[in-house]
């Protein structure tokens, strides 16, 4: 016989209903609510990256004499000219590479993160650029970057499955992104240098770089239009500490100095900085040893090779190397075009370009 809720079969009393005690039921609401955080937390996900059309053209090292492939101690391995009608493709202001050279993954100037597939021909040399795509990148919670927050900067390692961003835009900060899908979710605050006025607004932090063993670099640009030195900051373990970087000029009458734009460090644990100068146009690449930036003091950066026209130079901004199968050292490097929108302002016309150009760094 079927029983029903409030009735009796005849052995005895109706059974009483069981009810959670109140303590019960707020483990319970408390466990449920936390579940369900996690789940929305992981099915919450950014717009995705979009793919857009990208026009790329080969460019030589020198358009002056297209057969010249060294400069210095670089090789030259091929050059791209990256261009699309999407306004809010440009002001590349950092790059990473993959180990093994597949993927590019750079920050600009608008808060946006871009990405792609890289080719090579046959003989290891850059071809192509294919599978491109923009995210904006988000701010704490999701939420969309305010127009003064824009200003990406720096790209660095932050852990294996991590990357750091430095912002140039106000305040200047780190923020921690997911590494995979590239600079997706929410950004984790990185506790940052106590920047001073000599690292703020449109002189803030450019570069920033990591070591295996957790060490980190900011170089800032720099204020004034002559300015002799910048600050550079050092993260030992949990502390920072600020470096006088002196900043030069090829002679007294130029209008601006070399500064500081990338920065990366190499498997012997140098760091090599990436400096532009402009105007007039031109792009030095330095190194700090390793014992230099274990000293104190003001630091002493060497000039390894200087960059001038008629070669193809442009803004260059970017730099990241890794090592191929053969053991040598590759360098990449690119420029900011100025030419993405900036809320509803866009920079036009567009008379720098974005470059990528591949060398390899011989000692």
Not at 4 to 22: N, Y
Not at 87 to 95: I, K, R
Not at 295 to 312: C, S, Y
Request: charged letters at 20%.
């Amino acid at each position: 016989m079927e029983a029903h809720e409030g009735s009796s079969t005849g052995a005895g009393p109706a059974p009483q209903q069981l009810r959670p005690s109140p303590g019960r039921w707020r483990v319970g609401l408390a466990a449920l609510g936390a579940v369900g955080l996690a789940v929305l937390a992981s099915l919450w996900s950014q717009p995705p990256a979009e793919a857009f059309t990208l026009d790329v053209q080969s460019v030589p090292l020198n358009p002056s004499d297209p057969a010249q492939a060294e400069a210095g101690p670089l090789v030259f391995r091929g050059g791209l000219w990256l261009r699309s009608e999407d306004p809010e493709f440009g002001g590349l202001s950092a790059l990473r590479v993959s180990a093994d050279g597949a993927r590019l993954m750079a920050v600009s100037d608008c808060g946006r993160a871009f990405g792609a597939t890289l080719t090579y021909d046959a003989g290891g040399r850059l071809s192509g650029v294919k599978d491109a795509t923009l995210r904006a990148l988000a701010g704490p919670g999701g939420r969309s970057l305010e127009r003064p927050e824009l200003d990406a900067e720096g790209l660095a390692a932050d852990g294996p499955d991590r990357v750091m961003v430095a912002f140039e835009g106000r305040p200047p900060r780190i923020w921690s992104y997911r590494l995979d899908p590239p600079l997706a979710g929410f950004p984790v605050a990185r506790a940052g240098p106590p920047f001073d006025d000599d690292c703020q607004r449109n002189a803030g932090p450019e570069a920033i770089a990591a070591r295996p063993d957790g060490g980190v670099v900011v170089l800032c640009e720099g204020g004034g239009l002559r300015p002799s030195s910048t600050t550079a900051w050092l993260r030992h373990g949990a502390d920072w500490s600020s470096r006088s970087y002196p900043l030069a000029s090829d002679e007294p009458g130029l209008h601006d100095v070399y500064r500081p734009t990338g920065a990366t460090f190499l498997p012997d644990g140098d760091l090599l900085v990436l400096e532009r100068r402009y105007p007039p146009l031109a792009v030095r690449l330095m190194k700090l040893s390793a014992a230099d930036l274990a000293g104190t003091g003001p630091l002493n950066p060497r000039e390894i090779v200087r960059l001038d026209p008629p070669l193809n130079l442009d803004n260059f901004e970017g730099v990241a190397t890794r090592r191929d199968a053969s053991g040598a050292t590759l360098l990449y490097l690119i420029s900011d075009d100025n030419g993405c929108s900036k809320g509803s302002t866009v920079v036009a016309p567009r008379v720098q370009r974005t470059l990528l150009l591949l060398f390899e760094l011989r000692d």
